[in-house]
Structures are given as structure tokens and as C-alpha cells.
């Protein structure tokens, strides 16, 4: 009786012991290796540049474009070419892109559409000319999470790397008055924005924060610049949908050089700049090769 209790105990303590690594595999596979919910990734700050991606007066060449004017560009990423880093005044860029050179998505928005989170993915891959952007159908897969938050002051939307994801605000957007077309194209462009920054680009709005445009309160064609439309004041070319420019374009390129797997993307723009992708009402056209 003795040995058949002990065996019994052993039983029960080997069933805890499996039941415990159980939970805990769970918990890592499902929040991830940084332990949060809408972030399994880990943001990448490393800040360097790969210097096989792209040659020394290719260098030059994008960050003459990203160089941009003052209210369109970011002069921060001159040091691309003079420096080899990737910073933001002085800061190495975080990106969320994981080191396979994919960033992967899980959406539980309901202000953003299935359908608009996919054409959001469908609008990065077109203007890198290479798959970097990947919706998955579980949460434990992906990199990040697209999710709806409360108010939250005059925010529409952000990117963050705290581990809270991809967030929109709902009740922040005053959009009512504008037609079903601009009131989607103005949401996707937030979308795509927003996924922008987890690939790692900055605000392309002039200046070295790129946030000249911002600050003078004027919307801008750059969709990682304050975009808007319907305005009195908002560009003309808003009015047909989202735009990409050489600039956004020329931005990505610097940035997938400096991922985990550094990739050569969107370099169609050294050669032909005036090339776009353009997503308007739920249709994604484009003009690169």
C-alpha cells in the first residue's frame, strides 16, 4: 500500500508538473516573448544600414528624395547616406518587421474592415515590389495587433511600441459629413500610415521630425505626412484617393535596409520616381513595374 500511495503521488505531482509547462508554453505562444498582447514582436532598434542592399550613390539618391522640402520629407534620414544609420534626429527608428523581413498582422478592429486591413497590405507589397506585409487569421501568429481603443484625446490613430499595437479611435474621427468615397480613403490612408510606422518609416512632413506640414496645420499628398481630404484646404489630388509618392517610396527603401533581414525594396523609385500605387473607394491601381 505504501508503494502504490507513492506511486499515485508521483502521478499526481507529474500531471501538475505537465499541466504547469503547459500553461506556460501557452502563455508564451499566445502573448509572445515580451509578455504582450498586441505586440508578440519585439520593436527592432538597431538602427544601421546594410550596406550591400544598396550602393554608396544609390544612398545619396533616396535620401535626396526623402530629403524632400519643408512641408514634405524628413531631413533626419539624410544620415542614411552620410552615416550609414537610420535615425530620427539623433534616435535610431524602431520597426516591428520580425526577422523573417515580414511584418505580420492580426486584426480585432472593427472600424477597419477586413477588407481595408487586407487592400492595406496588398497597397505595401505593391510599392515595395516584394510580399512584406502579411494578414494572418491568428493572433498568436502575428508580430502585431490592429485593435479599436477608447477616446483618446484629439488621436485618430497610432502606432506604438509598447507593446498596444496598431490603435484606432473611433470616436475621434468627424467624418460624417463627408462622402461614403473620402470618408474610407481617409481611414485607409490611416491605416496604411500607421503600418508605415511599424515598418518603420517616420512622419514625412518637412523637417527633421518631419513634422513640419503637422505643425502648420496643412495636409499634405504624403500618405506618412498628415494626410486628409475633403477640406477646404486638403490637395486637390486627396479627392481621387490614396497616393503613394517618391517620397514614401524612398522611405520604405531606406528603411528595409536596416531591418533584422535587411531587404532591397522599392528600388523601381531610383529609376522611375513618378511611379505610384494609388487605393481609391477600395481599389488598389498601380503604375510600378
Known amino acids: 500500500m505504501h508503494r502504490t500511495g507513492g506511486i499515485w503521488l508521483a502521478a499526481i505531482l507529474a500531471v501538475i508538473l505537465i499541466g504547469f509547462l503547459g500553461y506556460r508554453v501557452t502563455n508564451y505562444v499566445i502573448k509572445g516573448p515580451n509578455q504582450q498582447y498586441y505586440q508578440r514582436t519585439k520593436a527592432d532598434r538597431r538602427g544601421k544600414i546594410d550596406r550591400s542592399i544598396y550602393s554608396q550613390s544609390e544612398l545619396r539618391q533616396l535620401t535626396v528624395l526623402t530629403h524632400g522640402n519643408r512641408y514634405s ?30 511584418l505580420k498582422l492580426y486584426s480585432k478592429s472593427t472600424f477597419m474592415t477586413p477588407a481595408m486591413v487586407r487592400d492595406a497590405a496588398e497597397y505595401w507589397n505593391k510599392l515595395a515590389g516584394k510580399q512584406i506585409v502579411v494578414i494572418v487569421n491568428k493572433q498568436y501568429q502575428s508580430d502585431e495587433v490592429i485593435h479599436d481603443g477608447q477616446h483618446n484625446q484629439h488621436v485618430l490613430g497610432g502606432q506604438t511600441y509598447n507593446g498596444q499595437g496598431i490603435k484606432f479611435y473611433p470616436a475621434n474621427w468627424q467624418i460624417s459629413h463627408l462622402s461614403a468615397k473620402n470618408q474610407q480613403n481617409w481611414k485607409e490612408a490611416a491605416l496604411i500610415h500607421e503600418i508605415g510606422h511599424a515598418l518603420g518609416i517616420p512622419h514625412l512632413g518637412g523637417g527633421p521630425l518631419g513634422s513640419n506640414a503637422a505643425n502648420a496645420g496643412i495636409a499634405i499628398t504624403d500618405f506618412m505626412g498628415p494626410w486628409a481630404v475633403g477640406g477646404t484646404h486638403t490637395p486637390a489630388q486627396n479627392e481621387y484617393g490614396v497616393r503613394s509618392t517618391a517620397v514614401d517610396a524612398a522611405a520604405l527603401a531606406l528603411a528595409g535596409a536596416s531591418w533584422q533581414k535587411p531587404r532591397r525594396l522599392a528600388s523601381w523609385v531610383l529609376t522611375s520616381p513618378t511611379r505610384a500605387v494609388t487605393y481609391n473607394h477600395g481599389r488598389i491601381t498601380s503604375t510600378i513595374p
Open 73 to 102: 520629407g524628413n531631413t533626419s534620414l539624410d544620415t542614411a547616406a552620410t552615416q550609414h544609420v537610420y535615425q530620427l534626429n539623433g534616435h535610431n527608428l524602431p520597426n516591428i518587421v520580425g526577422a523573417d523581413g515580414i
